[in-house]
């Protein structure tokens, strides 16, 4: 049973996503949900922000007069860096994420199932965004946290046995947080790490 | 030491013929090569393999030729925001390969510093690894060859005439690689200068990879989506 609106908005799974975000680590923010995270992060936790497209240290929004035309994010968004900054090619760039240097990636999705698997790039025959870096994010760092809503438009959990849709990546998925819950795939279901107040398990639809 | 520097970009891509493989630089809009991209556009050839990250976006960069239907394929990893390739490719009016970032990016670095293939787990377990060698390393790895092309179009910030290049913040993405892997590569730069301007130490690409070079104009340099400081964020 989907809430309207559900329990945590997407400011609170953003928080949620920050709790499992260890202090002095380096993060890869998804195009998506997974941006407002960027906005959230206290400085305390002194984090690394990386995007693909070839930069470590992103910090914030730049300014009517710092904004530039090549300094952006993966998402096409202006960007401003913080002064330990750097800026690379995109083979170091993934480099970084495929040889285990990035600490955790944080994507949105489509459907994860109880194998860990995840599918976010193409519905067939309807849409195709492409997978981006999504299949190179979800292969290397240590951590793969996906940020999903809990329920898809016809409320359906997004949560599944078996993904229906092609994967990005099999056996790849650490934690899921959605707007009804934080979850761990198992290999034969979903563990409940945390669940939101006022929705039971029964809700969630877990296969 | 001038025999690379052109006058424009018609001069600079007067040879690049139909049925030739380009690979264009840039990430979305970032850093794309606008002055080659318009002089392709002018150009009477077909049939072009394209190789580049989104070709283009919403009327803009590379689907200037994409809605001239002078491309017969497209290898790219990304097509969100790009409605006029996602329709192309929904109908199967343009033959179009999808592929992983990392992979695409590898591919064409291989290309240019003499390696074959690869073993990388990306995209291990999903449609791309299909058809494709598997192999078991410490997890399971897939086959991917390296990827070249008759000629590579960049942009570059600053550029001396033998091509030694420096790239502005993000807008080096695919370029450097494009332009080791290609037969011709031909750069187009903010600011052509002297040598010694760039500093030895400060060349992002040594112009031994840069056969053509030449000062470009009119630059858009368009954002894409401009998000400023306080901005309201959307919750």
Redesign the interface.
């Known amino acids: 049973m989907s809430q309207t609106p559900p329990p945590w908005n997407k400011s609170q799974m953003a928080d949620k996503v920050i709790t499992h975000i260890q202090r002095g680590s380096s993060v890869n923010l998804g195009i998506g949900l997974p941006t407002l995270i960027a906005e959230r992060l206290p400085e305390s936790l002194e984090v690394m922000i990386h995007s693909e497209n070839g930069v470590l240290g992103v910090n914030g929004r730049p300014t009517s007069t710092t904004v530039s035309p090549t300094l952006i994010n993966a998402g096409k968004e202006t960007i401003r860096v913080s002064s330990s900054a750097s800026f690379f090619d995109s083979a170091l760039s993934f480099g970084m994420i495929r040889g285990g240097h990035i600490d955790c990636a944080v994507l949105g999705g489509m459907e994860v199932d109880v194998e860990a698997s995840l599918a976010n790039w193409m519905i067939p025959g309807k849409k195709v965004t492409g997978m981006g870096g999504a299949m190179d994010l979800v292969n290397g760092p240590k951590t793969v946290i996906v940020m999903m809503s809990h329920f898809s438009k016809s409320g359906e959990s997004k949560l599944v046995k078996k993904c229906s849709l092609p994967l990005t990546g099999y056996d790849v998925v650490d934690l899921v947080v959605t707007d009804y819950g934080i979850f761990r795939p198992t290999g034969k279901d979903f563990e409940v790490v945390e669940i939101a107040d006022g929705v039971s398990k029964a809700d969630l639809q877990l296969p | 030491m001038t025999h690379k520097v052109y006058q424009n970009a018609k001069e600079a891509c007067s040879d690049i013929f139909s049925g030739a493989s380009i690979m264009s630089g840039g990430?979305?809009?970032?850093?794309i090569p606008e002055n080659s991209i318009d002089a392709l556009t002018q150009l009477p050839i077909t049939d072009l393999t394209i190789i580049s990250?989104n070709i283009g976006n919403s009327g803009r960069g590379l689907v200037k030729i994409l809605v001239q239907d002078k491309i017969k394929k497209a290898y790219?990893?990304?097509?969100?925001?790009n409605p006029d390739l996602?329709k192309r490719?929904?109908n199967e009016s343009l033959e179009v390969e999808?592929v992983?970032?990392?992979?695409?990016?590898?591919r064409?670095?291989a290309a240019g510093l003499g390696i074959r293939a690869f073993f990388?787990?990306?995209?291990?377990?999903?449609?791309?690894a299909e058809g494709k060698e598997v192999r078991e390393f410490d997890r399971s790895c897939v086959l991917e060859t390296a990827l070249s092309a008759d000629f590579a179009i960049i942009k570059a910030?600053k550029g001396d005439p033998y091509g030694n290049l420096w790239?502005?913040?993000?807008?080096?993405?695919?370029?450097?690689?494009m332009a080791m892997a290609a037969k011709t590569t031909i750069v187009e730069v903010e600011q052509l200068v002297d040598f010694g301007e760039i500093p030895a130490e400060d060349v992002?690409l040594p112009g031994l990879f840069v056969q053509r070079i030449y000062q470009g104009k009119d630059y858009l340099?368009?954002?894409?989506?401009?998000?400023?400081?306080?901005?309201e964020?959307?919750?």
């Open positions: 990430f979305g809009l970032c850093g990250n790219c990893s990304y097509v969100g925001g996602e490719l929904l999808l992983p970032q990392g992979t695409f990016s590898e064409i670095r990388t787990p990306t995209g291990y377990g999903t449609l791309i910030e790239f502005k913040e993000t807008a080096r993405n695919f370029s450097p690689l992002h340099n368009d954002i894409e989506f401009l998000k400023l400081e306080g901005d964020v959307n919750s």
